[in-house]
C-alpha cells in the first residue's frame, strides 16, 4: 500500500446521511487492502457510526461537485492522531453499548419464553405454522368449549372457520397471537416480527378468521337493530342473504351506505355473540 493511501488518515468527512441515517461528521481513521489489491478506507463518526472498507470513490473531494453517488464529502481538515484515537475509542464505547443493550434484549426474551412455557403448559412448544395451528385449536375450544372450531393450516397460513358462537374480534384476539408479522403494502414484502410467542408456540404468515352466521342468529340481528333503528321498510333474512337490504334504510330515504339495512345488519349481528 501507497504512502499516499496512508495520508489520508485523519481526513475530515462529512457524511450525507439517507431517509434512515442521519447526517454526521467525523473522519478516515484507517487504511487497509481492498479488493483488487486497492487501497480501502475506514471511517467513523463522531456518535460511534462506523464504516469499514469503504471506497476512495464513494468520497466526493472539493471541486468534485457533480460526482454522483457519493455518500461521503471530504472536508477541509486533517484531524490529529489523538482526535483519530478519540473516534475509534467512540466506536468502541458504541459497539460495547449496542452488544450490552442486545444482551438484555435477548434476556427479557428467553425469560419471557419460559413464562409463557409456565403460563400456558398444555400448549406444544415449536415454531412452525403446524404447531401454531395445533395450539390455536387448543386455545379456542379452552376459551369457547361449546363451539366447533375448523382449524386448518398450510406451510404459511392458518384458516379458521366457525359458526356464530363468538365474534370475530373475539376470536382474532386469540388467533392473532399467532401472526409472524405483516404484509407491508408499501414496500409489497412481508415484514416478520419475532416474539416471544410466536418463538415458544409457533407463527404462520398470515392468519384468517371466518365466521358463518345461521339464519336464527341473523333473524335475532334483524330484530335487535328494528328495535334500535324502526321498523321502517324492515327487510326479511332472505332479502339480507340476497343483498337487497341494501336499498332500503330505516333512518333516511336515500337508501345506501352506512345508513342502509344492509349495513348496519351487517354491524349488528357482527357484535353479537350467537350459542
Known amino acids: 500500500m501507497n504512502a499516499d493511501a496512508q495520508n489520508v488518515i485523519g481526513l475530515g468527512i462529512e457524511y450525507t446521511g439517507d431517509m434512515a441515517n442521519t447526517p454526521g461528521r467525523g473522519a478516515v ?87 409463557l412455557r409456565q403460563e400456558f403448559p398444555y400448549l406444544e412448544v415449536g415454531q412452525y405454522s403446524k404447531t401454531a395451528a395445533a395450539n390455536l385449536r387448543k386455545m379456542l375450544k379452552t376459551a369457547f368449549p361449546r363451539v366447533k372450531f375448523s382449524v386448518r393450516c398450510d406451510h404459511s397460513s392458518i384458516n379458521v372457520r366457525w359458526t356464530d358462537g363468538p365474534t370475530a374480534a373475539a376470536v382474532c384476539e386469540i388467533a392473532h397471537r399467532f401472526k409472524a408479522g405483516h404484509f407491508d403494502g408499501m414496500t409489497d414484502c412481508y415484514e416478520y416480527s419475532r416474539s416471544p410467542w410466536g ?64 349495513s348496519i345488519i351487517y354491524r349488528t349481528v357482527n357484535e353479537m355473540a350467537g350459542e
Do not use: N
Open 199 to 262: 418463538e415458544t408456540f409457533g407463527s404462520a404468515e398470515y392468519v384468517f378468521e371466518h365466521r358463518e352466521i345461521s339464519d336464527a342468529l341473523l333473524a335475532r340481528a334483524i330484530e335487535a337493530a328494528a328495535q334500535k333503528h324502526g321498523q321502517k321498510d324492515r327487510p326479511s333474512v332472505a332479502d339480507y342473504r340476497a343483498g337487497r337490504a341494501d336499498r332500503v334504510s330505516p333512518l333516511s330515504d336515500t337508501w345506501g351506505g352506512a345508513y342502509c339495512w344492509q
Open 29 to 115: 481513521v484507517a487504511v487497509r487492502e481492498g479488493f483488487g489489491g486497492h487501497a480501502a478506507l475506514d471511517i467513523i463518526l463522531k456518535d460511534g457510526r462506523e464504516w469499514r472498507a469503504v471506497s476512495p470513490l464513494s468520497i466526493k473531494h472539493p471541486g468534485e461537485e457533480g460526482k454522483p453517488g457519493a455518500r461521503f464529502h471530504a472536508l477541509p481538515l486533517v484531524l490529529t492522531a489523538e482526535e483519530v484515537a478519540e473516534l475509534q475509542a467512540g466506536a468502541a464505547m458504541r459497539k460495547a453499548s449496542e452488544k450490552a443493550k442486545a444482551d438484555e434484549a435477548a434476556a427479557r426474551f428467553a425469560a419471557e419464553c419460559t413464562r
